[in-house]
């Protein structure tokens, strides 16, 4: 990638690969820099930046065992960042559209689908969906796109594994394109922007 990739010597990665925190902060010195400016450019906030930072490479840490020796530790920071970003910003706008007036989460008026469908019977659509799911399936669902949590996250809550997880997702989402069919794009949108 550039020069800072050619500085992170193998017996680095080794040394974190044992749990040495000094390594750990090596890196964060070389590649934190990097690592922030790109959230900051993702989520436009120093604030927010900076705790995705620290939970990269509380990631990065926690996983460190699993690493590959031979891997590009820089792209695997930024793919680490690129799926914490995109948690937080679905999390981000759950919890958004979950303080707004039915009325405010209608971002654009113009489109059809939102003129003919308001934002309460949507929901209340999207709700009776679920409930058609079974129990299991409808958790995980939930713990994914509303809670904003990883497979792996939910795989480890609930004691199953991260295919099975999957499954139920995709699974989920088959039902509720297939029951809402115009609506799905409006409720992906809500749900996943």
Not at 57 to 85: C, G, M, P, S, Y
Not at 155 to 183: M, P, Q, W
Request: glycine fraction near 4%; proline fraction near 2%.
């Amino acid at each position: 990638m550039d020069n800072t990739t050619n500085l992170i010597s193998p017996k680095l990665l080794l040394r974190l690969h044992h749990g040495e925190e000094d390594a750990l902060r090596s890196l964060l010195d070389m590649l934190g820099p990097k690592v922030l400016a790109y959230c900051k450019k993702k989520v436009g906030n120093e604030e927010d930046a900076e705790e995705l930072l620290l939970d990269i490479f509380l990631k990065l840490w926690h996983f460190r065992e699993k690493i590959d020796q031979t891997a590009d530790i820089q792209v695997l920071l930024f793919t680490i960042a690129r799926n914490h970003i995109l948690n937080f910003i679905r999390r981000k706008a759950t919890r958004q559209l979950a303080t707004m007036e039915p009325s405010e989460a209608l971002l654009h008026p113009e489109d059809v689908i939102r003129q003919r469908m308001d934002y309460k019977e949507l929901h209340c659509q999207y709700l009776q969906v679920l409930d058609k799911l079974g129990e299991k399936q409808r958790t995980v669902f939930r713990m994914s796109r509303e809670e904003g949590l990883s497979h792996r996250e939910i795989a480890d809550k609930l004691g199953i594994s991260v295919r099975t997880v999957e499954a139920h997702i995709h699974s989920s989402l088959k039902v509720i394109r297939t029951e809402l069919k115009d609506a799905y794009i409006l409720i992906v949108l809500l749900l996943f922007c």
